[in-house]
């Protein structure tokens, strides 16, 4: 946002220190940085100058006997028009408080002592004191997953706005003397060019001071000597403690803390004793008020999304799978899969785990849809339904029996949608979006065409035969079933052909390619292991070439222990396959002991990238079924 000063803070030392009395400036230094804390309304300069004019408007004596009082502390200002719409009058010999308009004219603000309530059933129009709310998290930063024992869902967010100066948050090793250390280092994958950032490591046990309050110290520190080469047009090369005092670095993060309602500690014994012991006394008198409340706001702005890096959603990336985040609920219900991510980083903690199996289980039980719309319809029974769905054992034992059908085939079984449906969308098989509904989004109007229409789906575990010209797989036979042997030469369009060796170590089970018939032919070789199925094998095999080529790794990816070596991990390959493996019909079982705990324990495995993990699935599922994934044939 980059939004430039409306008001002057040097205006805040400058009427602060025209006060002689000492004890009537620390009441009013406390009391103005408590209402620029309150009205989050308002940016900080233009808060502290509407709380000026009050503070003026009421006199330090009342200040000194009701300043606490909600009439005195939270006077609420607004415009004639917002208290209008809140079904209030404005008294019009009232004074009002005056800001500048972004078009220069003044906009005049009255309290709510100022006006007279006339329709008390009028609603809520504005909101005085709004939780501030970060913006959503760039595709490309980093999400901070490994703090989700200890942060919030909105906390990480703010964390993830870091990028924009340069900036990462991340576990020390547990030995580590110092709480906290900052080491700079190249650092890839941040949004827009490769940059060298500094990483704030934070020692796992915090001493009792809690992640958020480390986080603001650092920020402070870093916004500080932004600010002031902001000031002298000239990176400050002088130590910080050269160019601030702890209590001016106290107060900034106070206010920021205040504000945002991130962090639950002051950052300082310093800030503590003026705040909450000598409230007596003013402030030193090097303080800078300026440069604390101007802190305060770049902090804020960088928690938020508003910080100094590019304004990213109107920027073209060159990675054009990651575009702008749809706003449009209807858009993200046709395309869940690539904002799976996103949705699961909002679902509360204590409820990730009901949430992640719902969907797991609606995925796995209903291959009547495609992989892509099951996420999309299983999300928005959870968002419809919410937990009494996802709890309620005979529903969550029912989730392949769910009756959802477009509006024609509702229509041909003697039914019309009603008037006050809520359909579910999801995307279609050639494009678009197609439209669900819910037996009880519908009404019968043919009773006989209902009667004879009611009966189950198939269990739809389809595929397409394998055209004369594929390959036989001689080499499987007896190892698979015939069902089996036709998933997988159905996979043969892929451009491998799986084929089953003997003697051979996992580091030997690198592609290799032949000539048959005057064709070249890559083959993936198998062997037969006791711990695990050829089919098995198989399926685990082109799930990491699946993955290598959605992550556009596979041409550089190294070969090692029997797969290619890609960002995806172990656990993320295992959970598609297993996916998939449901939704094909097969009884295939977890090997690694996260993948058993999340499937027959519902414990939601940590840092997996689901959006990854149910595309990887729809790949794999529409392959070993005989449709080319990306396609629509």
């Known amino acids: 946002m980059n939004r ?63 300043g606490r009082e909600p009439w005195c502390a939270r006077p609420m200002p607004a415009t004639a028009a917002e208290w209008s719409a809140d079904g209030c009058v404005v008294d019009p010999d009232t004074l009002p408080l005056v800001l500048e308009g972004e078009d220069g004219e003044l906009v005049e603000y009255h309290v709510l002592y100022d006006t007279v309530t006339v329709e008390e059933e009028r609603s809520v129009y504005v909101d005085h004191f ?36 340069g900036a990462v948050v991340g576990w020390d090793a547990p030995e580590e003397e110092t709480l906290t250390r900052v080491v700079a280092e190249e650092y890839r994958g941040l949004p827009g060019p490769d940059i060298l950032v500094r990483r704030l490591l934070i020692r796992p046990d915090t001493g009792g001071v809690d992640v958020m309050t480390l986080v603001l110290r650092f920020l402070a520190e870093t916004a500080w000597l ?21 209590l001016e670095l106290g107060l900034a993060v106070e206010v920021t803390r205040r504000r945002t309602g991130v962090g639950r500690q002051y950052a300082n014994m310093d800030a503590y004793r003026f705040l909450e012991e000598e409230t007596g006394l003013p402030a030193p008198e090097e303080l800078r008020w300026w440069l604390v409340f101007e802190v305060a706001q770049l902090m804020e702005d960088l928690l938020l999304g508003h910080g100094p890096g590019e304004d990213w959603d109107e920027e073209d990336w060159e990675d054009e799978d990651w575009e702008d985040e749809a706003d ?8 869940t899969l690539r904002h799976l ?26 291959p009547r849809f495609s992989t892509e719309q099951a996420v999309a319809l299983g999300w928005q029974l959870y968002e419809r339904f919410g937990d009494m769905m996802a709890e309620n054992p005979r529903l969550r034992g029912r989730t392949g029996d ?42 019968v109007v043919d009773t006989l065409g209902a009667l004879i229409s009611d009966e189950t789906d198939s269990d739809f575990f389809h595929h397409r035969a394998p055209t004369e010209d594929t390959p036989e797989l001689e080499s499987l036979h007896g190892y698979v079933s015939d069902y089996e042997l036709d998933l997988l030469r159905n996979v043969t369009r892929l451009g491998i052909r799986p084929e089953v060796v003997y003697g051979l170590e996992p580091d030997d089970l690198a592609l290799w390619s032949d000539e048959e018939e005057g064709q070249e032919v890559c083959y993936m070789p198998l062997v037969v292991d006791e711990d695990r199925s050829v089919m098995r094998m198989a399926m685990d095999r082109v799930m990491n070439i699946l993955m290598a080529d959605l992550l556009g790794e596979f041409e550089e990816a190294e070969f090692s222990d029997g797969r290619f070596v890609v960002s995806s991990t172990l656990l993320e390959e295992e959970l598609a396959v297993l996916i ?8 295939e079982e977890p090997v690694l002991d996260e ?15 689901w959006g990854l993990v149910y595309l990887a699935a729809a790949n794999l599922d529409h392959l070993m079924r005989g449709y080319c994934w990306n396609s629509s044939d």
């Open 130 to 165: 709004p939780e501030l709310e970060p913006l959503d998290q760039h595709p490309k930063a980093d999400g901070h997953r490994e703090f989700e024992d200890v942060l919030t869902v909105r906390e990480r967010l703010m964390l993830s706005h870091l990028w924009q100066i």
């Open 328 to 335: 449009d609920p209807e858009e993200i219900h046709a395309d």
């Open 402 to 443: 769910l009756e959802l059908r477009t509006e024609e085939e509702w229509t041909v079984r003697g039914r019309r949608v009603r008037d006050d449906a809520c359909p579910l969308y999801a995307p279609g098989s050639h494009g678009g979006v197609v439209a669900f509904l819910l037996s009880s989004d519908t009404e």
């Open 4 to 66: 430039p000063a409306a008001v002057n803070l040097a205006m805040v030392d400058d009427r602060l220190r025209s006060i002689d009395a000492p004890g009537t400036r620390a009441l009013l230094e406390r009391w103005m940085l408590t209402f620029a804390c309150t009205h989050t309304r308002f940016p900080i300069d233009e808060a502290l100058l509407l709380g000026w004019q009050w503070g003026q408007r009421c006199g330090h004596e009342t200040i000194a006997t009701s």
């Open 341 to 366: 991510d996103r949705l699961m980083a909002e679902v509360p903690e204590e409820k990730e785990d009901l949430v992640t199996s719902w969907l797991r289980d609606f995925v796995c039980d209903n």
């Open 595 to 609: 993948a058993w705990d999340f499937f027959f324990g519902d414990v939601p495995p940590a840092d997996v990238r």
């Open 226 to 246: 932004m600010v002031l080469g902001r000031h002298l047009g000239e990176v400050v090369e002088e130590p910080l403690a050269e160019v601030s005092t702890p």
């Open 580 to 587: 998939a493996a449901r939704r094909l019909g097969l009884e």
